[in-house]
């Protein structure tokens, strides 16, 4: 990562508007779930941080606990069949998932931005 840190930028805040975590201006995201590898505002470096799977895992989370919630509740007052179900779970599940994702993506790469995650912080003292 090249670049200032701008303290004043909340890793919330650029998250949540889907923008660069180091100006709060730049586009973070070239295509869906695919970060820029520079932000065209700033030019620091995005491409080098990898959230992993963490935000697919809390979506999944999420999106899972708010539908088997609701699929129980239907399911104690209507007793609908089963192909009802699929026709009502089903874009729910799809709708939710594909619509958090690159929120909680991009708000856990603006935190691993922030903390400096994955960067290698070796100092002269370590590599003696």
């Known amino acids: 990562m090249t670049g200032q840190i701008a303290p004043e930028i909340s890793p919330f805040r650029a998250g949540l508007t889907f923008k660069c975590p180091n100006c709060g ?9 695919e970060i820029t590898e520079n932000c065209d505002v700033c030019g620091v ?30 399911e104690v007052k209507f007793s609908p069949p089963l192909w009802m179900h699929m026709a009502l779970w089903t ?3 799809l709708g939710g998932s594909l619509s958090m ?8 790469f603006a935190a691993q931005y922030r903390t400096r ?3 290698d912080v070796t100092t002269e003292d370590d590599k003696s």
């Open 45 to 74: 470096t995005l491409g080098d941080l990898d959230t992993g799977d963490g935000p697919a895992v809390f979506v999944m989370l999420l999106v899972g606990f708010a539908v088997v919630g609701l699929a129980l509740v239907v």
């Open 117 to 119: 995650a994955g960067e």
């Open 91 to 93: 874009p729910l599940i």
């Open 25 to 33: 201006k730049g586009k973070l995201y070239s295509k869906y779930l």
């Open 101 to 108: 994702l690159p929120l909680l993506k991009s708000m856990m």
